[in-house]
């Protein structure tokens, strides 16, 4: 049955094109649940019910809707299906059209918000149909292939607004957005309250970092780095956090520290999942670490890590490339040194590890630059603004009246 005309206008779609409970994920998660003192319908619209966005979504009461996409068109939609892939791809993607279609008339959406650049490349055909505004949230760099690029280009000239998650993002589409006048950058948001700040390290020095997808490869520069500053301060001990669960991958790691001689000052660990919303920081509270070292030697659109760390009261020492750059602020709220430099990261441990001053002071700077630039409120208030004018100002009142409200 199809709702009344004055809620079908107010709904809002949230269409994610995967349910693995990633940063980009944790932080729609945290906005939706701030959203629940805000007046708006939501609906999500998921590939699958296997991760665990699904089961985070019915934690919080929500009901998701799967509308599963064919794996022809995931292959082309990630540029490896080849010639043939893209023939197989069209004729999946008018199946799906037709299902989506039929979905999107039994709501007659507001406002989709979509989440990965698989969902927002379709997304196009809901605006050529039904001329539905679209919002963009932006989490990824600029791929390096060409068709890639081009469909991210097309991607965002059909946006209506395009929020970048970071000031290297938004540069990386300043190209095709230039003539546009709907952009923003908002870093994503925490609720403040949940990360509660380290109150004292340890007994012994401990320093900490993380190896998952979005660095892979920067343990090695941080083991050689802990390997140095270790002929300085014997006492220092290291721990490192692996995203996921691949042993092979914490073996990997524990083989590399043996080669430098690290053994028994090294601790190898798979990260716990947490409740999703805080990250790593409660890892770090766990183990009162002196610092927090982000080592990456590649580039990415956030490192959620280094945030949620300055939400513990962390200091962080990280490499001065791509955004790292922008999220510290040199000897203010932490340190960076050159990529891929043990020697110079080697000298900044040592000095944060004999510096108590230099520490305290990074950490209190760390947390007050958390709340300005990270804190859930602003990110959800600037949100709902983006919402609001797209949306019909009686917005309040269908949300007051939509399902989930009064589940709640």
Known sequence: MRQSQSMMERQILF???????????RALLALID?????KFALRFLLPDTDGALFAALRARGFEPDVLAMPATLRQALSSRGGVRGWLAAAYALLAYYRKLFRYFKMYDFGLVHSDGLRAHLLTIGIKIRFNVPLVWQLWSIMPQSLGLRLFCNLAA?????LVASSMYVAHQMGRSTRWRKRLSVLYRGYDSVRLSPIAAPAARPVLAAVSSHENPNGYKVFLLAFALARRELPDLRAVVLVEGSDPATVTRIEDFGRAQNLGDFLSVQPMSAGDGAVGIAPELTRRAVMAYVNASVDLAPFHSDV???MGAGVPVVASRIGVLAELILSE???????????????VALVRLATDQQLRSQLAINARHEFTARFGIQAYTQAIARIYADYLPAETGEAAENSPQKKAA
């Open 15 to 25: 269409y994610f094109d995967n349910t693995r409970l990633g940063p980009s994920q």
């Open 34 to 38: 701030a959203l629940g003192g805000e």
């Open 157 to 161: 000239v059909f946006s209506d607004y």
């Open 307 to 309: 945030a949620e760390a």
């Open 332 to 346: 203010s709220t932490g340190l960076l040194f050159a990529p891929g430099d043990a020697k110079e990261l080697a």
